[in-house]
């Protein structure tokens, strides 16, 4: 959903010979020249299409045992304690928290094509985005022939400088209700429009949201009671405040920058129906 650096792969001819080497130097596949070539033109081809799924990329026309070979390496030498773990760790690197759900500890590394089925990428950083558990089993294997069965690729997909994440927001005596949906915008294309819709429903965002929105709502409580002493108006402003701050920390298309614009635009919260949006404050016992 949202967008990373795109890894540098300057070093990714090395890190193709350590995987396909042991601790001692016997190969674990004897790669010749032509074969390190035809495995660099499939990583062009890779960034030439965006990451996204194409039988091309299967590399079917690259002996089975080279590409078993590079798919075993990303389990035995990439994953922790493995002689790449430090190149699992500059991927992990390139995120502060989960750039599928916007919340997650990273904790993974998930294959944006699927390591089962294209296996010469299994190693390849740019095919390898850093995830929090929840995503990355979530999205396990999913890769499918049209836009609206395939994720939006971190590195690659389309980034249009326009809102395409939105929230409702309703807030009365029962507490407060936010859905948040994936809108058409008119720059954004629509294969990418599918895409995304896909990635936001098979991630099962709306209620994975509903604790991180009422975390976020607890740690405004006080900020938001003291403004409202001054008025609605007085808490619109403070709230489109937040509103603009989130926009420039975490981007327009963020879950906590949705949250507060459709907070901002809710009458209904605004105008007193805030004192029922936080859950109990017990004191500790």
Request: net charge neutral; with cysteine.
């Amino acid at each position: 959903m949202w967008r990373l650096n795109t890894p540098n792969i300057e070093i990714t001819d090395r890190e193709l010979l350590t995987a396909l080497t042991l601790v001692n130097g016997n190969a674990v596949y004897p790669i010749s020249d032509n074969q390190r070539q035809r495995i660099r033109e499939l990583y062009q081809e890779y960034d030439n299409n965006s990451g996204n799924p194409h039988d091309n990329l299967k590399g079917e026309d690259i002996v089975l045992d080279l590409r078993q070979a590079i798919h075993d390496a990303y389990g035995s030498q990439v994953q922790i304690r493995g002689r790449l773990e430090d190149y699992r760790d500059k991927i992990k690197l390139n995120a502060e928290c989960c750039p599928y759900c916007g919340f997650g500890a990273i904790t993974d590394l998930d294959h944006h094509l699927p390591r089962s089925t294209y296996k010469a990428h299994a190693i390849y950083a740019r095919n390898l985005i850093p995830s929090c558990s929840a995503c990355n089993n979530l999205k396990r294997a999913k890769a499918g022939d049209t836009p609206d069965t395939q994720f939006s690729h971190v590195y690659f997909g389309q980034v249009p400088q326009e809102v395409f994440l939105v929230a409702s927001a309703t807030a009365n005596i029962s507490g407060l209700v936010v859905t948040y949906s994936i809108q058409k915008t008119p720059n954004l294309n629509n294969d990418e429009f599918q895409r995304l819709k896909y990635q936001f429903s098979a991630l099962n965002l709306n209620d994975r949201y509903v604790s991180q929105v009422n975390i976020h709502i607890g740690s405004l409580r006080t900020s938001i009671e003291l403004m409202a002493v001054y008025g609605e108006n007085a808490l619109r402003c403070y709230l489109q405040q937040c509103y603009e701050q989130s926009r420039q920390d975490f981007g327009m298309n963020h879950w906590r920058s949705a949250l507060l614009k459709a907070l901002t635009e809710s009458d209904e919260f605004c105008q007193g129906a805030y004192r029922f949006c936080f859950g109990r404050k017990d004191m500790a016992v």
